[in-house]
């Protein structure tokens, strides 16, 4: 297979395609008011599987947490039972029978809130969220249950504030507390036919993103101009910015390998290569992509070499991910990656969903050691593949991904930009 280089350009019309394509999406929605939200069903369903799993624990209700950390990321379960995201931070109580409640950082947000959320029941903490959730378990006649803890779990661990966790164990000496934050990620881990739909949006805009950049981009903009281009590509459709990793480093004298969490003024310049890895989002629905751009000249032979071996390790592992398919594929798919005499730095291979979820997988040859997940995939998972190729000196690398769906017939990608090395 031939990996698409410098100068093949995308599909006439591409960018007009996918903004058409979210106005129509856009009009599907279902909405309250002017606030989108799934279907009563879908709701209904994901109820029911948190709560067979809550009796097969033994629970009696969860509290859940998240903050607006990882770029909301943090907020998934939140997100995920109740469609509020909070700019601050939020819990929520989920009983095994009885009333949910919302409980978000402040008033000022509530009229937003009440909006967006899907329970009846939704209030501001007033400042003392320990003794408002306590209030809400006495209320449901739970000071003594069992109570599922439901933190929030991305790269790093489980994580709720010592306060307020410290007032429910003083304040219910009765009640047990057990750790609760997995049995969130295991039913969100497949997404239904409507969580897909909003994913794929997610994807159309992150897209639109990419050849925004094509079309714009020139040589001598800085990072935050760069960046500009990236969010007024997708916002005009109803995006929302997840991720916008953006860097340029020189491809004579390289001084980065993996994009800039944040801008920068650096300015580009003939022979740069920008790094990025960009995510726009419908609801915090996003999709993932990662293309490296050359800057006014064509990629030199080390960077191309980068570029085709990424690609070839990129087309093995999409090929090797099916339901039924294990971590053990993934890592054997992508260690051409050492094979061919490079390393990686970010992780090869990740979940996706609300926020980065399990597995991560990585190659062999990776420089940075991180903690392994075993999975079996299944039909409705997404994933983001994303080699991240560094030379044998540590001194230049690129990223080349998509976010991809497992169907029953193997994985597909949900992004629709061309794989090619980008050229401004």
Known sequence: MRARGAGDGPPRFFWNARRLECKKENRRMPAAKDHPRFPKEEYSRRYREIRKRMRARGLDVLVMYGDSGSHGGNQASIKYVTNYQDPVSSFAVFPLKGEPALYISNRLYLPYAKQMSVFGRTEAVDYDPGAKVERRIRELGLEKGAIGVVGYRGILKTSIPFSVMDHWRRALPGASFAEATELLHEVRAVKSKEELKWFRRGAALTDMAFEALEKMAR?????????????????????????????????????????????????????????????????????????????????????????????????????????????????????????????????????????????????????????????????????????NLVTPDSKGGLQVGNLVEVTKNGARSLQKFPMKFMRI
């Open 219 to 387: 040589p001598g903009m800085t990072d935050y101009e760069l960046a500009a281009i990236v969010s007024n590509a997708y916002m005009p459709s109803g995006g929302g910015q997840q991720l916008i990793f953006i860097g340029s480093t020189s491809m004579a004298r390289p001084h980065l390998i993996f994009p800039n969490q944040f801008p920068t003024h650096r300015r580009t310049r003939k022979g740069d290569i920008v790094l990025t890895e960009l995510s726009a989002g419908y609801h915090m629905h996003s999709g993932q992509a990662h293309r490296p751009i050359s800057v006014g000249a064509g990629p030199t032979p080390v960077y191309r070499r980068l570029y085709e071996v990424a690609v070839e390790a990129y087309e093995r592992i999409l090929r090797a991910v099916k339901p039924g398919a294990n971590q053990d594929d993934v890592r054997r798919a992508g260690s051409i990656i050492g094979e061919e005499g490079f390393t990686t730095f970010d992780t090869t291979f990740h979940g996706w969903g609300l926020l980065i979820e399990n597995p991560r997988v990585d190659v062999d040859a990776t420089l940075i050691e991180r903690p392994q997940n075993e999975i079996v995939f299944r039909e409705g998972m997404l994933m983001v593949i994303q080699p």
